[in-house]
Antibody, heavy 115, light 109 residues
Framework: EVQLVESGGGLVQPGGSLRLSCAAS????????MNWVRQAPGKGLEWVSY????????YYADSVKGRFTISRDNAKNSLYLQMNSLRAEDTAVYYC????????WGQGTLVTVSS | QSALTQPASVSGSPGQSITISCTGT?????????VSWYQQHPGKAPKLMIY???KRPSGVSNRFSGSKSGNTASLTISGLQAEDEADYYC?????????FGTGTKVTVL
């Protein structure tokens, strides 16, 4: 069974940092591109970042460029999102999603940026 | 990276058909056959319903169909059922980014 389980969310002050993780199982993680997508409370979906299967190609949304870093460890079947200089507008549920077509999603982890 | 444009809401009676439009630009929807559609029920993760414009993943009802013309993609739900009431989002590959639609709330009357 394909599973993606996000973790690492929580409450952080503006300007702070947080590292999200996404543990994958049930498929060959190293063969798939991965994405992070977020959804602010009561709002729509926003693509955040993409990483190729090998990690050699990475893209970011303009809203997070220079503050967030996506990475992966294929040996550990894990995807990461390092989030620095967090702002109130980064408050959202963060999902990891598999593939260029985002074919499968985890249940998400909530990040709240507030003082 | 502007969001794709969707109607805020669409409604229909059980058994009817509805269509949700998704308008982008020549840089996203118009350039790639990598348009997908997601269904999201409250408090749940999005679920892929259509990929590559018109393909259905295994397990998705054939009442869901997708198409594209120029810069506009469409999702049609035929034989509307109560369980189809949800938010729907389109999504397009755009080269070095991915862009989502603004979202459409589907109400079954």
């Amino acid at each position: 069974e394909v599973q993606l389980v996000e973790s690492g969310g929580g409450l952080v002050q503006p300007g702070g940092s947080l590292r999200l993780s996404c543990a994958a199982s049930g498929f060959t993680f190293s063969s798939y591109e991965m994405n992070w997508v977020r959804q602010a409370p009561g709002k729509g979906l926003e693509w955040v970042s993409y990483i190729s299967s090998s990690g050699s190609t990475i893209y970011y949304a303009d809203s997070v460029k220079g503050r967030f870093t996506i990475s992966r460890d294929n040996a550990k079947n894990s995807l990461y999102l390092q989030m620095n200089s967090l702002r109130a507008e980064d408050t959202a549920v963060y999902y990891c999603a598999r593939g260029i077509q985002l074919s499968f999603w985890g249940q998400g982890t909530l990040v709240t940026v507030s003082s | 990276q502007s969001a794709l444009t969707q109607p805020a809401s669409v409604s229909g009676s059980p058994g009817q058909s509805i269509t949700i439009s998704c308008t982008g630009t020549s840089s996203d929807v118009g350039s790639y056959n990598l348009v997908s559609w997601y269904q999201q029920h409250p408090g749940k993760a999005p679920k892929l319903m259509i990929y590559e414009v018109s393909k259905r993943p295994s397990g998705v009802s054939n009442r869901f169909s997708g198409s594209k013309s120029g810069n506009t993609a469409s999702l049609t739900i035929s034989g509307l059922q109560a369980e189809d009431e949800a938010d729907y989002y389109c999504c397009s590959y755009a080269g070095s980014s991915t862009v989502f639609g603004t979202g459409t709330k589907v109400t079954v009357l």
